[in-house]
């Protein structure tokens, strides 16, 4: 039976051209921290600072970085009308900082034993958007 009820249309966040140009430049972990600071509400750095505590075999680190850009993500989605479900597509950069946050926080849950948040990040994810998922991995 097919649902015939519009869902809920996509969450767009909107770009931050000087954040998105100051992390595309920053190619140290100090440099990537400082955007932080410089951006707090800015996801996409929390998740960069989240991806390289992973690469250093630092789940415990990588997870409060990620929490703070998953939460940071959570703010920006409601601010731009998103109610809790739908669509939040991988193809609209903007939207990506809030995904790798999400993807991060449930690879550093699952890597300190806190397995049903990380089972919970996974289904949000692809609940957000399948594409992310893939790109993701």
């Known amino acids: 039976m097919q649902n015939l009820l519009p869902g809920p249309e996509p969450t767009l966040l909107p770009a931050d051209p000087p954040a998105a140009d100051q992390l595309a430049n920053a190619d140290t972990e100090g440099a990537v921290k400082a955007v932080a600071a410089a951006y707090p509400s800015y996801s996409a750095a929390w998740a960069r600072l989240a991806e390289l505590a992973l690469a250093a075999g630092e789940p415990v680190t990588a997870y409060a970085y990620a929490r703070t850009g998953y939460h940071r993500g959570l703010d920006q989605l409601r601010r731009s009308g998103w109610r809790g479900a739908g669509p939040v597509p991988w193809a609209h950069e903007p939207n990506q900082g809030f995904l ?37 991995g």
């Open 100 to 136: 790798r946050a999400l993807h991060a926080l449930g690879t550093a849950a699952g890597a300190i034993g806190e397995t049903e948040e990380a089972e919970r990040c996974a289904t949000f994810l692809n609940d957000s958007d399948p594409a992310a998922t893939a790109a993701l």
